[in-house]
């Protein structure tokens, strides 16, 4: 089978390897599409923790079932299955909790195991998700994105009708959480320093929208909500709008901080936290029920394709990844196996 396979860091090979095929318990998919997520970029260049090489890449994806190992039930050749990219053992304290996300021994496929970036792969039944004859699978691959974005939000205790939710960042995952809390009846204020995502997240049901290149966002939406934001969604992860977060939100309000920044942040005023008695809360990934939900989010509510700006086929994996990480006019990038 075709491969992009890894083979040091900023260096991805476009190489022919064996296909592998299911043992007992296990699916062989065939990769139709992968979503290109932050994660990728930065195991491609080295700055994500884990020794991994050679390695294929690629952890958010959707494929067709084409052969099943022995002993495997439910699933047969022609199934359409989006994949669970989380590896977890199911049987440590935090699994039997349901809380999967936080596995003891867990990992995440393309870094502990190979990845979808890749003709075929193999999985554990467990791990795959039905998807709709309906759905494209390159809408279907952003179902584990969706799943964390809505792991997140259903933590708070305020999104809903009438609260006031500013998302800081309109990148691809800022336009699906800004779909997400529009569903509860939210009022939602994105913020970004590019006109396009402004527009379009109006189009995709932002109330209201704040360019920070012509106006300082913490004064804005002091202005607009008087008190601060209920709350605050941060999807950029750099040290400017995780500050603004804590500065923008109200007293007793909350901040969902979605996007992975920097283990440390300079000049956060922690005394807030006391002050104004907020909650933060923390998103790792999702937990395995939220994949279902996931998936009726897609078919029915969210709207994937508009985000979806560059599609990629298998061979200009480097390419992709490039693209990707740019400042530009590109937010969802997408390679078909």
Not at 27 to 44: E, F
Not at 206 to 228: C, F, W, Y
């Amino acid at each position: 089978m075709k491969a992009a396979v890894m083979h040091g860091f900023d260096n991805i090979v476009f190489e022919e390897i064996p296909t592998p095929s299911p043992a007992k318990g296990e699916l062989l998919v065939r990769v139709k599409s992968t979503r290109v997520c932050g994660t990728d970029i930065s195991m491609y260049h080295g700055s994500h923790p884990g020794r991994f090489l050679p390695r294929i890449l690629g952890h958010e994806c959707a494929g067709e079932v084409v052969a099943v190992g022995q002993g495997v039930s439910g699933f047969k050749p022609g199934d359409r299955i989006g994949i669970d990219p989380l590896v977890y053992c199911g049987k440590c304290y935090f699994c039997r909790m349901g809380k999967n996300n936080l596995c003891e021994s867990g990992g995440l496929m393309g870094r502990e195991t190979n990845g979808s970036l890749a003709e075929y792969t193999i999985i554990t039944p467990e791990r795959a998700v039905r998807i709709p004859d309906s759905m494209p699978f390159d809408v279907a691959c952003h179902m584990a994105a969706v799943a964390s974005i809505y792991y997140g939000q259903r933590k708070s205790r305020l999104i809903g009708s009438g609260a006031s939710v500013v998302v800081l960042g309109l990148g691809s995952a800022g336009m699906v959480q800004t779909q997400l809390a529009r569903l509860g009846g939210s009022e939602v204020i994105g913020v970004s320093r590019s006109r396009w995502k402004l527009d379009l997240a109006l189009k995709l049901g932002a109330n209201i929208v704040i360019n920070a290149n012509e106006e300082d966002p913490v004064e804005a939406i002091m202005k607009r909500t008087h008190r601060g934001a209920d709350v605050v969604i941060e999807c950029a992860g750099v040290p400017a709008t995780i500050r603004q977060a804590y500065e923008m939100v109200r007293p007793g309000g909350e901040i969902i901080q979605y996007g992975i920044g920097p283990t440390s942040v300079d000049n956060i005023n922690t005394f807030l936290f006391y002050y104004k008695d907020i909650t933060v809360y923390g998103v790792r990934a999702f937990t395995y029920n939220d994949l279902s939900s996931s998936i009726k989010f897609l078919e029915k509510a969210i709207r994937i394709e508009p985000t979806i700006t560059h599609r990629f086929p298998l061979e200009q994996t480097t390419e992709a990844f490039e693209l990707a990480e740019k400042p530009g006019r590109q937010l969802g990038v997408v390679i078909n196996s």
